[in-house]
């Protein structure tokens, strides 16, 4: 699967299979012809708009283009196989062959293919709706559906504001959100996003988001005393941006439990419950975004249960149907959704494909064998595993650190180990978008190069994986970070 140069914030690597590798013994379609394959690359060229992509980087390279799925594999059109190290985009939970969910999806479409959840419902959303309030902390009971991550995030925003505005709050409107994070594409989910390259070629932006710092404890300053007086003083300049902005005008802060952007920032002891004491002093909502880490990745349902606290409102997508079906969710507390309870007021934002039957029916599936194969306790169980095959990589230079819970991990990519120093600009473009993709490209293993922030190589695979992937994963990586080493 050839990696383009200019394109490397997702990197996959390839390996040739074997004329009987898995996927072809279980019957799955061979590789394509050349002339199919070329046919294939000359359509997608000349129609298919990839996203976050150099279009013109294809000009003169393959597309790459999977074709099938094989457990916690996927095969190219070459019949190429790659270990999915990224599930997909942290999505595929429980793999690329779950035939459960596919026929979860094929019975309901033969019932009820599609029905909006505009002034009426259906029984796949309600049920689902019950199921999530049930799993979701506290008194989290109200599920507006969504059909992805950044839906949801636009979801509660808008929510926190209409709400303030029933509530006799007006003015609370603004977002505090944290460095480098990211919660989104849609204009209010990218102006929340502290990802100032991302942002400039669609500004202006909504102006009201507040930036203040994240938890990259590999970057504590030397004065603080530990991780978690760091974290506490990270928590506490949420305050000092609420109070300088003045607490009447600000409606809702903005929290992943473990930072995908930067490279999987976990949260130092105390950090969140300081952030909730903070949004309770000055009723401010803490929003949860979960997109990517609900649904098993840090081996709960949600991270707020794995780090104890109890946010307002959890915005979630992705692993929810386990990538089987596009669907999201922003689920709120009791108190939000009372002042629309009364008659007389809705909240007047929706999506057309929001809840929709076969997603639902998905959904609900990929919970029913979340619960019966113990996924979260799977993952629980091979975390430390994982970790620790990834530490193996701490024997090379430019390991810093391995970072992360569940099965979000990264690596902190470094020119020195044991100063820290940091890769030059130079130096690290040139690492994340030349060297290590065509390095990995021989190794089999598709995984995220990313550069928001410093260099990091972020690893989520399918929550299915074991001691075998793992070792797979470290000694793909080993290739390519060994060729790294080589070429710096």
Same mark, same amino acid.
Request: with cysteine; glycine share 8%.
């Given at each position: 699967?050839?990696?383009?140069?200019?394109?490397?914030?997702?990197?996959?690597?390839?390996?040739?299979?074997?004329?009987?590798?898995?996927?072809?013994?279980?019957?799955?379609?061979?590789?394509?012809?050349?002339?199919?394959?070329?046919?294939?690359?000359?359509?997608?060229?000349?129609?298919?708009?990839?996203?976050?992509?150099?279009?013109?980087?294809?000009?003169?390279?393959?597309?790459?283009?999977?074709?099938?799925?094989?457990?916690?594999?996927?095969?190219?059109?070459?019949?190429?196989?790659?270990?999915?190290?990224?599930?997909?985009?942290?999505?595929?939970?429980?793999?690329?062959?779950?035939?459960?969910?596919?026929?979860?999806?094929?019975?309901?479409?033969?019932?009820?293919?599609?029905?909006?959840?505009?002034?009426?419902?259906?029984?796949?959303?309600?049920?689902?709706?019950?199921?999530?309030?049930?799993?979701?902390?506290?008194?989290?009971?109200?599920?507006?559906?969504?059909?992805?991550?950044?839906?949801?995030?636009?979801?509660?925003?808008?929510?926190?504001?209409?709400?303030?505005?029933?509530?006799?709050?007006?003015?609370?409107?603004?977002?505090?959100?944290?460095?480098?994070?990211?919660?989104?594409?849609?204009?209010?989910?990218?102006? /929340? @996003?502290?990802?100032? =390259?991302?942002?400039?070629? +669609?500004? #202006? *932006?909504?102006?009201?988001?507040?930036?203040?710092?994240?938890?990259?404890?590999?970057?504590?300053?030397?004065?603080?005393?530990?991780?978690?007086?760091?974290?506490?003083?990270?928590?506490?300049?949420?305050?000092?941006?609420?109070?300088?902005?003045?607490?009447?005008?600000?409606?809702?802060?903005?929290?992943?439990?473990?930072?995908?952007?930067?490279?999987?920032?976990?949260?130092?002891?105390?950090?969140?419950?300081?952030?909730?004491?903070?949004?309770?002093?000055?009723?401010?909502?803490?929003?949860?975004?979960?997109?990517?880490?609900?649904?098993?990745?840090?081996?709960?349902?949600?991270?707020?249960?794995?780090?104890?606290?109890?946010?307002?409102? /959890? @915005?979630?997508?992705? =692993?929810?149907?386990?990538? +089987?079906? #596009? *669907?999201?969710?922003?689920?709120?507390?009791?108190?939000?959704?009372?002042?629309?309870?009364?008659?007389?007021?809705?909240?007047?934002?929706?999506?057309?494909?929001?809840?929709?039957?076969?997603?639902?029916?998905?959904?609900?599936?990929?919970?029913?064998?979340?619960?019966?194969?113990?996924?979260?306790?799977?993952?629980?169980?091979?975390?430390?595993?994982?970790?620790?095959?990834?530490?193996?990589?701490?024997?090379?230079?430019?390991?810093?650190?391995?970072?992360?819970?569940?099965?979000?991990?990264?690596?902190?990519?470094?020119?020195?180990?044991?100063?820290?120093?940091?890769?030059?600009?130079?130096?690290?473009?040139?690492?994340?978008?030349?060297?290590?993709?065509?390095?990995?490209?021989?190794?089999?293993?598709?995984?995220?190069?990313?550069?928001?922030?410093?260099?990091?190589?972020?690893?989520?695979?399918?929550?299915?994986?074991?001691?075998?992937?793992?070792?797979?994963?470290?000694?793909?990586?080993?290739?390519?970070?060994?060729?790294?080493?080589?070429?710096?």
């Amino acid at each position: 699967m050839p990696s383009s140069p200019q394109t490397a914030t997702q990197a996959s690597t390839a390996q040739a299979v074997p004329a009987q590798h898995p996927g072809e013994r279980n019957g799955l379609r061979p590789p394509a012809s050349e002339a199919g394959l070329a046919q294939l690359n000359q359509a997608a060229r000349r129609h298919l708009w990839m996203h976050f992509t150099d279009l013109g980087s294809f000009a003169d390279t393959e597309v790459p283009i999977i074709v099938r799925g094989d457990g916690p594999y996927v095969v190219d059109a070459r019949g190429r196989r790659y270990l999915d190290g990224l599930s997909g985009l942290y999505t595929s939970q429980l793999g690329h062959t779950v035939p459960e969910l596919a026929e979860a999806a094929a019975r309901q479409m033969r019932e009820l293919a599609y029905t909006p959840i505009w002034s009426r419902a259906h029984t796949p959303a309600i049920q689902l709706a019950e199921r999530l309030a049930e799993l979701a902390p506290g008194d989290l009971n109200r599920v507006f559906f969504t059909s992805g991550g950044s839906e949801s995030v636009e979801s509660a925003w808008k929510l926190a504001k209409n709400y303030f505005k029933l509530v006799g709050k007006p003015l609370k409107h603004k977002v505090v959100a944290r460095s480098t994070a990211y919660h989104g594409t849609t204009h209010g989910a990218l102006s /929340i @996003t502290g990802l100032a =390259g991302m942002k400039a070629q +669609f500004e #202006p *932006l909504v102006p009201t988001t507040l930036r203040v710092p994240n938890t990259n404890t590999y970057r504590t300053p030397e004065h603080f005393a530990s991780d978690t007086e760091f974290g506490l003083w990270a928590a506490d300049q949420i305050r000092v941006a609420i109070e300088n902005e003045g607490p009447d005008t600000v409606a809702a802060v903005f929290v992943e439990p473990v930072q995908n952007a930067g490279g999987c920032l976990a949260p130092p002891p105390g950090y969140l419950q300081r952030v909730r004491e903070i949004c309770d002093r000055y009723d401010v909502l803490m929003v949860s975004d979960e997109v990517i880490c609900a649904f098993g990745r840090l081996g709960h349902y949600f991270g707020a249960e794995r780090y104890d606290y109890q946010p307002d409102i /959890i @915005t979630c997508a992705k =692993g929810i149907t386990s990538g +089987f079906a #596009p *669907l999201g969710a922003m689920i709120a507390s009791d108190r939000l959704a009372e002042p629309f309870l009364a008659g007389g007021t809705s909240f007047a934002h929706g999506y057309t494909f929001a809840g929709h039957p076969a997603a639902a029916a998905v959904a609900l599936a990929n919970l029913d064998i979340f619960e019966r194969d113990g996924v979260n306790a799977h993952v629980r169980a091979n975390e430390g595993a994982f970790r620790a095959a990834l530490e193996r990589l701490l024997d090379l230079p430019i390991v810093g650190e391995v970072r992360g819970d569940g099965y979000f991990l990264a690596l902190q990519l470094v020119r020195d180990q044991q100063s820290k120093q940091a890769f030059t600009a130079e130096e690290g473009h040139r690492l994340i978008n030349r060297i290590l993709p065509p390095a990995m490209t021989e190794a089999g293993l598709y995984c995220r190069i990313d550069n928001r922030g410093e260099p990091v190589i972020q690893l989520a695979p399918p929550l299915i994986c074991d001691q075998r992937h793992f070792d797979e994963i470290e000694q793909a990586l080993r290739s390519a970070l060994t060729t790294a080493v080589e070429a710096l």
